[in-house]
């Protein structure tokens, strides 16, 4: 059966306040009526994520959220600005592109000048961001400061609003 919007609301109440859906109509014998819907897991990177059975099917709730509030489906994925899959507050959520998805992660955990977009060699700091799968070099500073300024406002004009530059 396929989930329609109608019937999806027929199920579950969402709160867009709070991001928390709700069991409105027994469906199974493991549903309660009133009762938070959904069960946390692992995606593929350190983020947890809440997803929610319907019908014999496993369905994210930022996803499911989002239908609930618009009325349509996401038309690409769905970001959440900060970072915590389990606040699928409608603030929190933007509708986007993988790519743009991508753009908006924090520093990595083997960045070792404590900046995004900048790492050392030979004594000075490399400015890079990527774009489209590429690599670009924005040019080599003194200070991973001035390195990360030009960082910031490449991801800026290159990434939008989709921009996570700490």
Request: contains cysteine; hydrophobic residues 35%; proline residues 2%.
């Amino acid at each position: 059966m396929e989930l329609t919007i109608d019937r999806l609301k027929e199920v579950l109440k969402y709160d867009p306040v709070s991001g928390k859906l709700f069991w409105a109509k027994k469906i199974s014998v493991k549903v309660v009526v009133g009762a938070e819907a959904g069960n946390a897991y692992k995606g593929t990177g350190k983020s947890l994520y809440l997803r929610v059975g319907i019908f014999g099917k496993s369905y994210g709730a930022h996803n499911l959220a989002w239908a609930i509030y618009y009325g349509t489906w996401p038309e690409g994925e769905l970001d959440h600005k900060d970072l915590d899959g389990l606040n699928n507050a409608i603030d929190n959520l933007r509708d986007g592109t993988h790519q743009n998805n991508a753009c908006n992660i924090g520093i990595q955990a083997n960045n070792t000048t404590g900046f995004k977009g900048v790492s050392k060699k030979k004594g000075k700091y490399r400015a890079y961001i990527n774009k489209s799968g590429k690599q670009y070099h924005l040019g080599t500073y003194a200070t991973p400061e001035e390195a990360h300024v030009v960082y910031c406002l490449a991801a800026k004009e290159l990434h939008g609003e989709f921009a996570r530059v700490a």
